[in-house]
């Protein structure tokens, strides 16, 4: 820890709302479930580090109960389900929200917002999207932290040399696009880079990079990307309404019926196998490290990932391209399948669709916790603003932006000099915070969440079936087909009408 991290530290802990502490809380501890980085690694890093904090503030504590992303949903569902105990508290994934409100694993916290030992935060400042995951059924049961998404990260240097694009220009008869905003446009820029030695060093270099390992969490690359093929706008004055075909993206609602092998799905699948082609071979059994360290060091145009990057790329000890990165939201595609006349339409232009593609990890309180109420005055300690976007300014923490207080003003409240302080470049930040603020506030759609109970079984079919695809072993409709009948059985498994109850409430259809 330096003595800069060290003083802002402190600094926000004097500024932060600390609600008033009850002194029964005293002597007290209780355990946190989280994903396994570290003392000072991405989600798990934040509980270490605010701790010593916590517990001057209110003579209170704490255990750390990390796990590994594989073992999250068994570990965390067995201690549930079988009402052991273990965990009072988690850091957990989205994803979780079906199963926990199905089994009635979790609490609502609206009670806490007008409590006066409480920490105040806002959860209006939380982007529409997100704020969207910490709810269910009109009820509060999560609390701020994380706001994932995935974006495109690009060598801003190498857009912008007229070298390249001349070369560009003669090779695809259209102007490189510095600001892609189609996944052709995004293609196409990875065959051109790809296999070129642009930066110098004897060496072919690559056009894209993705981490599309099995087990690990390739599968967002594939949400993400599909939401421009999949999500129709709704006609009207409101284009995010959603209807039985209008912002769909996994099931038919009124059916069950999994949407995931329809035309606008292969045609994401079979884009998504393209873009392997011009990145390195491996990266179908990359993990996220490996992913994104091709672009840190110089050999990859482009890196698609969540927002750990524009981070990383600061950190001059792994990086050679601060000061040299691009970055814009998720793409979109030119046509979209409408599933109501079973038809593909072509758009005026790019249809653009917002992804909460990640976990967007946050605390929630399990019902078999001891002193509920002291957790929730930790967990809203860490949602103020001011301890929230310290976390997200120290982009080691993993916590993404996502809120109007992390954005730039006039736009949003940040300052320029909160990212500058802690080693940003001026121009890298403005790139990497306009994309997000762009896509979590601008763009008129999103992809909606799949949240009901079973969802880590429904994502990991998914998975192994995309790696089927990536590796040649089905085609992208054959892969897509044994999906859909995995997420059949799942369903029939799990009750359909138990599951359509969820679905509705999860997406907010109502059956117009």
């Not at 920490?119 to 059924?137: F, H, S, T, V």
């Not at 072919?204 to 999500?231: C, P, R, T, W």
């Amino acid at each position: 820890m330096d003595q800069l991290e060290i003083d802002t530290a402190n600094a926000v802990f004097e500024a932060a709302d600390k609600g008033q502490p009850d002194p029964s809380w005293q002597g007290k501890k209780f355990t946190i479930a989280v994903l396994a980085s570290g003392p000072h690694g991405a989600i798990s890093g934040p509980l270490f580090f605010w701790r010593p904090f916590w517990e001057k503030l209110t003579g209170a504590t704490y255990d750390v109960a990390e796990i590994p992303f594989g073992e999250l949903q068994a570990k965390i569902f067995t201690d549930l389900a079988t009402e052991t105990g273990n965990y009072d508290a988690i850091v957990g994934p989205s994803f979780f929200y079906g199963d926990y409100i199905a089994n009635d694993w979790i609490i609502p916290i609206d009670k806490y917002f007008d409590d006066a030992r409480m920490p105040k935060w806002n959860r209006d400042a939380i982007a529409a999207p997100i704020r969207e995951l910490y709810q269910w059924g009109g009820k509060w049961y999560g609390f701020n932290n994380d706001h994932d998404g995935m974006v495109i990260y690009f060598r801003k240097d190498l857009f912008n040399d007229p070298k390249w694009q001349e070369e560009f220009k003669n090779e695809f008869n259209y102007d490189l696009p510095v600001r892609p905003d189609s996944w052709q446009e995004i293609l196409d820029l990875a065959k051109f880079f790809n296999g070129k030695d642009w930066n110098g060093d004897g060496k072919e270099d690559f056009g894209i990079s993705m981490h599309l390992k099995v087990g690990e969490q390739g599968f967002f690359n594939y949400i993400a990307l599909a939401g421009g093929f999949v999500v129709m706008p709704a006609p009207g004055d409101n284009p995010a309404k959603v209807t039985r075909f209008h912002n769909q993206f996994w099931f038919d609602p009124e059916t069950m019926k999994p949407l995931t092998n329809t035309p606008g799905h292969v045609k994401a699948m079979e884009m998504l196998v393209e873009l392997c082609k011009y990145g390195p071979a491996a990266m179908v059994s990359w993990g996220l490290g490996e992913a994104w360290d091709i672009f840190l060091r110089g050999d990859c145009a482009m890196v698609f990932t969540f927002g750990d990057v524009g981070t990383l790329s600061q950190d001059t000890r792994v990086s050679v391209v601060q000061g040299k990165l691009g970055v814009v939201p998720i793409p979109g595609s030119s046509e979209v399948y409408d599933l109501e006349t079973n038809e593909w339409v072509k758009m005026d232009k790019s249809n653009l669709v917002a992804n909460e593609s990640g976990a967007s990890w946050h605390g929630v309180i399990t019902k078999y916790a001891e002193d509920p109420d002291m957790i929730a005055h930790f967990f809203s300690w860490q949602a103020t603003p001011e301890i929230n976007h310290w976390n997200v300014a120290w982009g080691w923490s993993g916590i993404d932006p996502g809120t109007i207080y992390d954005f730039l003003e006039p736009e949003g409240q940040a300052k320029i000099e909160d990212y500058t302080t802690t080693g940003y470049n001026e121009a890298d930040i403005r790139e990497f915070l306009d994309a997000y603020n762009t896509m979590w506030f601008k763009y008129p759609l999103s992809i909606p969440y799949l949240r009901i109970a079973g969802a880590a079984d429904y994502i990991e079919s998914l998975d192994i079936h995309m790696s089927e695809a990536l590796t040649g072993q089905a085609s992208p409709q054959e892969a897509l087909d044994r999906v859909a009948s995995d997420w059949e059985n799942i369903t029939e498994e799990l009750g359909r009408e138990e599951q359509k109850a969820l679905y509705w409430d999860a997406i907010g259809y109502t059956g117009e």
